[in-house]
T-cell receptor, first 114, second 117 residues
């Protein structure tokens, strides 16, 4: 029973390029959450999705960032026209619908913008 | 909005000794969950222990236990018989118990724990 799978583990992009981060939730989990961790800081919530629905995107920057969780396939966090300040570790977590125990996190994608 | 504060950026403990990591939070809700996560150098976020606010009994998981003081809004983590493998960044987190959109975790800034041999 594989855990939450994120890829790539490391991603390097030049300023102005697009970054696509993928997250496959645990089997049976239909809820996905994305968090960002800046250096020396805790994780900050970005967006909460269910299949084909964005439930809460209150932590998502208004521009350049988007997320989706299609009916088939992984959840994608997309950052357009990346800037140096986007460099961070991006974590995905998943949970079943009635979860209360605590989410299962992936190992994160470290994005470096050069 | 809820906030979580970890006032100890770094802590150290001698192997086999006991250490306590502090966490305070601010909320107007009466029912919620609190968590401690461990993040080793591998970056993986690992759930250590959780506490439901409506339960008065402090949660325990083997060598890990919490001191939950609801009135004081305090949630400290005690690690007994510390082991080298406990060295990591520890994050305290809060989550509302309400369903719907309020399922996000709010994290503190973390405490870096060093275990000395």
């Amino acid at each position: 029973n594989a855990g939450v799978m994120q890829n790539p583990r490391h991603l390097v992009r030049r300023r102005g390029q697009e970054a696509r981060l993928r997250c496959s939730p645990m089997k049976g989990h239909s809820h996905v959450y994305w968090y960002r961790q800046l250096p020396e800081e805790g994780l900050k919530f970005m967006v909460y999705l269910q299949k084909e629905n964005i439930i809460d995107e209150s932590g998502m920057p208004k521009e350049r960032f988007s997320a989706e969780f299609p009916k088939e396939g992984p959840s994608i966090l997309r950052i357009q026209q990346v800037v140096r300040g986007d460099s961070a570790a991006y974590f995905c977590a998943s949970s079943p619908p009635l979860e209360s125990y605590g989410y299962t996190f992936g190992s994160g994608t470290r994005l470096t913008v050069v | 909005a809820q906030t979580v504060t970890q006032s100890q950026p770094e802590m150290s403990v001698q192997e086999a000794e006991t250490v306590t990591l502090s966490c305070t939070y601010d909320t107007s809700e009466s029912d919620y969950y609190l968590f401690w996560y461990k993040q080793p150098p591998s970056r993986q976020m690992i759930l250590v222990i959780r506490q439901e606010a409506y339960k008065q009994q402090n949660a325990t998981e083997n060598r890990f236990s919490v001191n939950f003081q609801k009135a004081a809004k305090s949630f400290s983590l005690k690690i007994s018989d510390s082991q080298l493998g406990d060295a990591a960044m520890y994050f305290c987190a809060y989550r509302s118990s309400y369903s719907g959109s309020a399922r996000q975790l709010t994290f503190g800034s973390g405490t870096q724990l060093t275990v000395l041999p």
